[in-house]
């Protein structure tokens, strides 16, 4: 599903495995994880297997990712990109630096964000625009997690250019869905559902635009966002 929302210049593998065969983590790796939980390491181990497809799809050999900051993976020279995983879905994208300055990709459950969660990612406005939590099992979609979904992706943009952490109420967000013709009423279901959105920055760097675009799709029971900056962000805005 994150091959959708990437342009062709990205290289992107997506698994829903839940777990790889042991031996496809490097060493470095292993050691990254050697005291983890079961689940910390089938998410580290399965996002990596994506890279290493992903890499593949740049013509790249396979390398260990390593972590640095905040997680923020380490990647080849010459090379950007992002890693994402939750429950059913995994996924890493690539790109070389020549051609995207930035980019990331965020999946997450299709389903209602947790009690008390909505209030502290999310500024009054939004709240207004994506009106109240939708009932779970409606088949409505849940705009909340749609939005937590495309703040995360926004943070794994921002981080790695300006090195600084970027709070959830520091980015303004707006939706547009774009599967089917807009109407009056507050969009409802259906099962498959896509569209964009943008994301005004209320903490602003020179090396980032200070509005970033993305893309969404929900999709069996999973939603997936995705943010790029090119590196001719700036010609293109004054163009």
Request: glycine letters at 8%; aromatic letters at 6%; proline letters at 9%.
């Amino acid at each position: 599903m994150i091959e959708l929302l990437l342009p062709a210049d990205v290289s992107s593998a997506a698994t829903r495995a839940e777990t790889v065969p042991d031996g496809t983590l490097f060493p470095e790796e292993e050691a990254l994880i050697a005291k983890s939980v079961a689940k910390r390491r089938n998410d580290f181990a399965t996002a990596r297997a994506c890279a290493r497809r992903a890499m593949a799809g740049l013509g790249l050999p396979p390398v260990a990712v390593l972590h640095g900051h905040r997680g923020k993976p380490l990647w080849p020279e010459g090379i950007v990109g992002t890693l994402t995983h939750c429950a059913g879905y995994r996924a890493a994208a690539l790109a070389r630096a020549t051609d995207v300055l930035s980019l990331g990709i965020d999946a997450e459950p299709h389903a209602p964000l947790p009690t008390g969660v909505r209030e502290l990612v999310t500024l009054p406005a939004e709240r207004e625009r994506i009106g109240p939590p939708a009932p779970e099992g409606t088949g409505q979609i849940h705009w909340d997690r749609i939005l937590f979904s495309a703040k995360e992706s926004v943070f794994k943009t921002w981080y790695p250019v300006t090195g600084v952490e970027l709070d959830f109420v520091e980015a303004d967000l707006t939706f547009h869905r774009t599967d089917r013709p807009e109407s009056g009423a507050r969009p409802q279901g259906p099962a498959a559902a896509e569209g964009t959105f943008a994301a005004r920055l209320l903490l602003t760097d020179p090396a980032l635009p200070t509005t970033l675009h993305g893309r969404w799709r929900v999709e069996d029971d999973i939603v997936a966002t995705a943010v790029l900056v090119r590196p001719d962000w700036r010609e293109r805005t004054e163009s």
